[in-house]
């Protein structure tokens, strides 16, 4: 392998870090403590493990955790109202609703119904507006993330050619409009792109997001590419029917051999999301109140 192989774990550590030292600094100076709240639906297995892990990273950094774990037959109108609390409730800083949410709930609805102010997932219309216009937003967490992973590898993105894989709300399209942001010059393809190798392999920086495991593979990438991987598939494991295993939408080994530097899975990009998670709390709270907000954890 020739690739440098971008350790998000590691790089996740020290954006966490550095946002329990502004927490503790906030607590100190200001007597303030950054607050998140979390809405579960349901019982979805994948989404308990995130919330969980969400609470604990939360309390680790030296914020409150508010979780509100709701029955998955909960009527639209009460999911809807506890939202409409925690807007009022200067203790919460930032709301996530989990998704998915349960088929009889309009989930756009629910998020448009968070205070953008409080909205640390970023998806609600006004914070997609404002980064789709350049202004300060809240962002999503996985495509902040990629681009904290991509200005630490390369510094300045000015005018590198930018491929993103996939047109989903929350990785794709936040993800190019930060990559123009940037000044990159971006495209985006998707299933329906002819020739999505020829794409691909334009790319100086190439991302994933198209939860197709092992789609993209070596002789898609341009020799010396950045590729940063978002996909998280559980596949069966080769030797063992009865285990699974985590792959990417990269087959890592073979884009490894062409690529300058590429996360890995698991390990990369997957646990910067919580880290941005909490760099989003904090930043939501310094806005709140009209207090400093720290280097390099917001665009
Ligand atoms: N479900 C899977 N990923 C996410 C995420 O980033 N935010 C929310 N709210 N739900 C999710």
Redesign the pocket.
């Known amino acids: 392998m020739a690739a440098t192989i971008l350790d998000g774990k590691a790089f996740a550590a020290k954006v966490r870090g550095q946002v329990a030292t502004h927490v503790a600094a906030l607590k100190a100076g200001h007597g303030i403590v950054p607050g998140l709240a979390v809405v579960l639906v349901g019982t979805d297995p994948?989404?308990q493990v995130?919330v969980k892990n969400k609470g604990i990273q939360t309390i680790e950094a030296g914020m409150a955790s508010h979780e509100h774990k709701l029955d998955a037959a909960t009527p639209e109108a009460e999911i809807l109202a506890l939202v409409a609390r925690l807007n009022a409730d200067p203790a919460v800083h930032g709301i996530?609703?989990?998704?998915?949410l349960p088929a009889h709930v309009d989930a756009a609805k629910v998020i448009n119904t968070i205070d953008p102010a409080k909205d640390v997932?970023g998806?609600h219309i006004s914070n997609v507006g404002l980064l789709g216009t350049g202004q300060k937003a809240l962002v999503?967490?996985?495509p902040l993330g990629c681009l904290m992973m991509l200005r630490d590898h390369h510094g300045d993105l000015s005018g590198m050619e930018a491929v993103v894989l996939g047109r989903s709300n929350?990785v794709g399209k936040p993800m190019a409009q930060l990559l123009l942001g940037e000044s990159c010059t971006v495209t985006i393809a998707h299933s329906r792109t002819r020739d999505l190798g020829a794409v691909c392999r334009r790319a100086d920086i190439l991302v994933a997001a198209v939860g197709r495991p092992e789609m993209v593979r070596g002789d898609w990438i341009k020799p010396g590419a950045t590729v940063i991987d978002v996909g998280i598939n559980r596949v069966a494991h080769p030797e063992d029917a009865t285990r699974t295993r985590l792959v990417g939408d990269c087959h890592t080994q073979s884009c490894a051999e062409v690529a300058g530097a590429i996360t890995p899975v698991p390990g990369g990009v997957g646990p910067m999301?919580i880290a941005c998670?909490l760099a989003n709390t904090l930043t939501a709270c310094c806005r709140a109140h009209g207090l400093a907000e720290p280097d390099g954890l917001a665009v």
């Open positions: 994948a989404s995130y996530l609703v989990q998704l998915p997932d998806f999503p967490c996985t929350i999301t998670l």
